[in-house]
């Protein structure tokens, strides 16, 4: 919110520098990060009368003028703003003024003619385009009002001011208003604020004949309040409005559009005007949306509107966004004569969420989002009815139109002294507390009884108070939390630690940055299609409500399609070896349940080469040995007591059906590993990627075994070879299961050392060769004793598996 200085003083006596009071208000709770004066570095800027103009001889879009400044001779000065005429009140810079950005006026010669000065735009002054009249954006800035020539520009435009920007929490919204900062700043000097509230003349026509007004559900709208005003003429503000409206960061438009936004500014209290005419029947009513129905807003678009948002609506149509923004087909124009004033108070949920959805959150949507003042919503009408007499000569119809109404009643609580000392730590009396409450407005009464009970009547217009704490945190703030006493907290030192599942979480980051890969942390929200592969469990979609981006509208539930977007933004960068691995929560939603569980996952993905080559060796290209490879080196790490199998079954269609497998723990699907399928990569811009994911949550369950050290053994061991010819459909588990099984007690290992496949050998058939080893912890092995286990092992293969013995 910005505070104009200027307008605060008027409002409350200020015994303060504008410095002086941003800091105080920063110490009693809210922040007044900046100060900014709107005549800083601006000099030597006049006020002057425009007494004749003519074509300039050498140019077609040049003006020579002859401008009276309040010397005794007017000054000549060459304009190029095609809206310059004679009669006009206009901004001088004189020679030696300093204009925006530090630019010096010089008097000097514009295409031969003397030119002793400049006329201005209010751009040229530092006003930003944003504020500036669309009336004058092509051209100087006129005067609406009658102003001394030679007199201060500056000041009549109300540009010797202090700005303050107060940074209100969405707690605070009572100070969205000049009245609430008034009521903040008053409190925190001791100093009441007065208000010159105005009583609105009615002249003889009942409003009740001009329009009707009616709400479908109060719940949409508790307070809905209409005035008819006739008779108006349509023009520009007289400049005390327009410097009001400059000051808070507003375009001045026209005198009603401006009256609505000075009432908003002045109560916090935001309103909007309809042209009478305009509104078909002469009928007004707050209802819901009709899904699919249209409305051209203010600001030139077309929106859908759906049945959450609440319209304002005629007889025909909608003609406004409740709390958030006017219909086109109801704007004020030039040819307005009678106006409708609105002054509500809306649901704030629908309020919020129509104006996101819409993208238009005004000033407007964020008071009503927040909060205003129940107990001024009339006046605040009344006031706008009254200035437009004012400003427009209008006649106000009789009467307040009112579908709904709130009683704007204050919040009664009563607190303890003892309460208010105990808590603050203090020895405040009686005396002091009721000081400090009269200070915010609220009326007090107190009761003793040995202790002294405080009846507090809160004003609506501190809607964020209505518990005991609230009083008690207004109550320090005044204080001064400066003037607090300072205590040591007393507690028992507690050692932190980490639980065994974070131990392990990090013991997991540790293993795979020690294999290569770098952390990587994704976006847990995903887009429509991104669950639809490399899910581990069965899960139910869980949608935000209200997304911000199509991208971003799901919660996930895997680890993959995070990394495989980093994979792509980086091989896109030339980045062609990427290893990264991600620990995090995907979101597992049962189809009966509402919120999801958060289940930690564990991802990874290995593109191009991991290790580069060098002098000593070449590159070594990534495949799905090498991340089979890292995955057994974390499992093994979790020194599970249940086997840990892998197999190519219940495989995703995103996977390679010849390089991938799931991974399974004790029989339960724990995770998957492999490539992706050529044709994923191909559809989705990836190179040859090999991916793994773990659900971390049965691991951190399962039982784990212990692991013995055992002395080296004393009694040497043997050794056998042997080589097979197999059809390919036989897996290498398939084969060292039945060796195992017929081994015999002595075989301690079985390691696959050769695989070859090629033309020489039979087709859909591989050649394997295995090394067997054979160890006695007690005796010396003999050659029979292991001729005989290794005569089982070759029978095995023979008659179960069909292999020939090469």
Request: glycine share 8%; net charge negative.
């Amino acid at each position: 919110m910005e505070i104009s200085y200027n307008w605060l003083k008027e409002l409350v006596d200020v015994p303060a520098t504008p410095e002086e009071l941003g800091d105080k208000v920063s110490r009693t709770g809210i922040e007044v990060p900046g100060i900014v004066y709107p005549d800083a570095g601006l000099k030597n800027i006049l006020v002057g009368k425009v007494l004749s103009v003519k074509k300039h001889p050498d140019s077609d879009h040049l003006r020579i003028t002859m401008v009276d400044v309040g010397e005794d001779e007017p000054r000549q000065i060459v304009c190029g703003a095609p809206n310059v005429a004679a009669g006009q009140t206009v901004i001088v810079a004189m020679p030696g003024a300093r204009i925006k950005d530090n630019v010096k006026i010089k008097k000097g010669k514009i295409r031969g003619e003397i030119s002793n000065g400049m006329l201005c735009a209010l751009q040229e002054i530092g006003f930003s385009d944003s504020i500036a009249p669309k009336k004058y954006s092509d051209g100087i800035y006129v005067f609406a009002d009658e102003l001394k020539p030679g007199t201060d520009a500056l000041a009549a435009l109300g540009m010797h001011d202090a700005i303050l920007d107060f940074d209100i929490t969405p707690n605070r919204a009572d100070t969205l208003g000049m009245r609430g900062a008034a009521w903040e700043v008053g409190a925190t000097y001791g100093n009441k604020p007065h208000f010159d509230d105005k009583h609105v003349v009615e002249g003889d026509t009942d409003a009740n004949s001009l329009l009707s007004v009616t709400v479908d559900d109060k719940e949409d709208a508790p307070s809905y309040n209409l005035r008819v005003v006739q008779n108006v003429k349509i023009q520009e503000s007289p400049l005390w409005m327009q410097k009001r409206l400059w000051a808070a960061g507003i375009r001045p438009l026209n005198n009603i559009v401006d009256i609505t936004n000075y009432i908003m500014i002045y109560f916090g209290q935001p309103m909007h005007a309809f042209d009478y005419d305009k509104v078909a029947g002469h009928k007004v009513t707050v209802r819901r949306a009709h899904a699919g129905e249209n409305l051209t807003t203010l600001d030139g678009n077309d929106h859908e509107l759906v049945r959450d948002d609440i319209v304002i609506a005629d007889s025909d149509k909608a003609i406004a966004l409740a709390g958030v923004m006017g219909g086109l087909n109801s704007e004020i124009t030039e040819d307005t004569t009678s106006v409708v004033f609105e002054s509500a108070f809306f649901n704030h949920r629908n309020i919020r969420k129509t104006a996101q959805r819409y993208n238009l959150r005004s000033q407007a949507s964020i008071r009503f989002e927040r909060g205003i003042d129940q107990s001024s919503i009339g006046l605040a009408l009344d006031t706008a009815a009254q200035l437009a007499t004012e400003l427009g000569g209008a006649e106000v119809a009789k009467g307040v139109l009112t579908a709904t109404s709130v009683s704007g009643a204050p919040t009664v609580i009563d607190i303890k002294l003892s309460r208010i000392n105990h808590v603050l730590g203090t020895v405040l009396t009686a005396a002091e507390v009721s000081e400090l409450f009269d200070r915010l407005g609220f009326a007090t009464t107190a009761k003793e009884d040995g202790d002294t009970t405080f009846t507090v009547s809160v004003p609506a217009r501190r809607w964020d108070i209505s518990i005991v704490p609230d009083l008690i945190e207004e109550i320090a703030r005044l204080y001064g939390y400066d003037n607090l006493p300072s205590t040591l907290p007393e507690s028992t030192l507690t050692i932190g630690t980490l639980t065994p599942v974070q131990k392990r979480i990090r013991r997991s980051r540790t293993l795979l940055e020690g294999a290569g890969l770098d952390q990587a942390m994704t976006y847990a929200l995903r887009g429509p299609h991104d669950n639809e592969h490399f899910g581990l469990e069965q899960s139910a979609r869980t949608g935000l409500a209200m997304p911000m981006t199509v991208d971003h509208q799901d919660l996930r539930q895997n680890m993959v399609m995070g990394l495989l977007d980093a994979v792509r933004y980086n091989v896109k960068r030339g980045e062609v070896d990427v290893a990264l691995y991600e620990q995090g929560r995907t979101f597992i939603r049962q189809a009966d349940k509402k919120r999801p569980a958060e289940h930690e996952y564990l991802a990874g993905v290995l593109t191009g080469n991991l290790v580069p080559s060098n002098w000593q060796h070449g590159a070594k290209k990534v495949d799905f040995f090498t991340v089979k490879g890292i995955v057994e080196e974390l499992l093994n790490d979790f020194n599970l007591s249940a086997d840990v199998t892998f197999a190519a079954t219940d495989l995703d269609s995103a996977m390679h059906p010849g390089q991938s497998a799931s991974i399974y723990v004790a029989g339960q699907r724990v995770g998957l590993l492999g490539r992706l399928h050529p044709a994923y990569e191909a559809a989705n811009d990836l190179p040859e990627t090999y991916v793994f994911e773990l659900n971390l949550e049965p691991l951190f369950v399962a039982e784990s075994g212990d692991k013995t050290a055992v002395p080296a053994p004393k009694f040497p061991g043997m050794s056998r070879d042997i080589a097979i010819l197999i059809s390919d459909q036989v897996t290498n588990d398939e084969i060292v299961n039945v060796i195992k099984s017929v081994g015999g007690k002595y075989l301690q290992s079985v390691t696959l050392f050769d695989v070859y496949t090629g033309n020489k050998l039979p087709a859909h058939t591989k050649s394997l060769a295995y090394s067997l080893s054979y160890l006695n912890k007690e005796a010396t092995l003999t050659e029979d004793t292991v001729e005989a286990a290794f005569g089982d092992v070759k029978e095995a293969l023979q008659t179960k598996l069909n292999a020939q013995i090469r």
